[in-house]
Structure formats: structure tokens, C-alpha cells
């Protein structure tokens, strides 16, 4: 059923539309198939240990040495494209976390606190948990769109960024368990 439309209220106007994301360079599509290939699926792994959380159920020896390796190939990624403060950040959250035990929530303060605001056309890596996803870890290789603010165009990402998460990469201040 249709109601008539009192001539005294306004149409709805409708929002302008959302222009497209800007198309990802092909040099980016490259080291995301790269970080697809690797160190994602990797992340993609060790996510399906854990709780939403965080946490890791009953961690053995194998749970330990995959997250060590992907501690390896985050940080090796970082300094290969000059991000020596993630790399060491994210090395210093892994090993807090193995040191407190993976039964624990992981706290990536440090990890998130290194990540820089990129400017438009700029792009950046996160190697964390997603807040807004619970507190698994995720990984995210992303260009901040030309002329808009915060938006990221995903080159690739782990399960918790294909589903919808987004980085709180821009919130001030800094993040808990960061160092101060």
C-alpha cells in the first residue's frame, strides 16, 4: 500500500554518489599477490587458533612456531620497504605476547602506534589485530585514496579485512600497551 506524500514535507534528496575507488597501481597488485602468496596465508592460519579474543586455546609448540614465523616474514617485509620501526615494533609485540603466553590476549600497541598516517596516494602495511574485528591477528596491505580522508583501498588482506574490518590506524592517542 502507498500513501500520498503531504505536499508540505520536502522530497527526499538523495546523497551524491560515492566516486569509485581509485584503481591500485600495478607495481602495488605485485607486492600484494607477493604478501598473498606468503605471509597472508600464514595469518589466515593462525587466525583459525584463535578466539575471537585473541586468545589461543591450548597453544602448543606448532602454534609458537607459526606465529614466530610470521613474526619473521612481517618484519622482514617491513625492512625490505624501509618500515625498520614496524619491524622492530611488531618483533617486540610478538615476543611480549610468546613471553606471556598465548593463552593471553595479544596486545600490539607498539605494532599499531608504528604504523604512519599515509598521506593520499601513500601506502601502508598493518601487521595486528583489527579492533573492530575482535582481537585476532590480521594483516593489511592498503592505499589511502587521493583526496579522501581516511579512506583505504585494500591491495590485499587477511580473512579479518576481507570481511569488513578496518584499521583504527588514525586515532590519537596512542594506542594501549603501546610504549610511551
Do not use: K
Not at 34 to 42: A, E, Q
Not at 78 to 91: S, T
Not at 105 to 132: H, I, K, N
Amino acid at each position: 500500500m502507498t500513501y500520498p506524500r503531504p505536499a508540505d514535507i520536502p522530497p527526499v534528496l538523495s546523497a551524491p554518489p560515492v566516486p569509485p575507488a581509485p584503481p591500485v597501481p600495478e607495481h602495488l597488485r605485485a607486492e600484494g599477490a607477493v604478501l598473498t602468496d606468503s605471509l597472508i596465508p600464514l595469518v589466515n592460519r593462525f587466525r583459525a587458533r584463535q578466539a575471537e579474543d585473541g586468545t589461543v586455546a591450548r597453544p602448543d609448540a606448532a602454534d609458537r612456531a607459526l606465529l614466530l614465523r610470521i613474526r619473521e616474514e612481517g618484519a622482514a617485509w617491513c625492512r625490505r620497504h624501509a618500515l625498520d620501526g614496524q619491524a622492530e615494533a611488531l618483533e617486540a609485540d610478538v615476543d611480549g605476547w610468546l613471553a606471556a603466553g598465548l593463552g593471553t590476549r595479544p596486545v600490539f600497541g607498539r605494532s599499531m602506534d608504528a604504523v604512519g598516517r599515509p598521506a593520499p596516494g601513500e601506502t601502508v602495511f598493518l601487521l595486528a589485530p583489527a579492533e573492530d574485528a575482535g582481537d585476532r591477528l590480521d594483516c593489511l596491505f592498503a592505499l589511502r585514496a587521493p583526496g579522501a580522508f581516511p579512506a583505504l583501498v585494500p591491495v590485499c588482506g587477511s580473512e579479518g579485512f576481507a570481511r569488513g574490518a578496518r584499521p583504527e590506524l588514525f586515532t590519537e592517542p596512542a594506542r594501549q600497551g603501546a610504549a610511551m
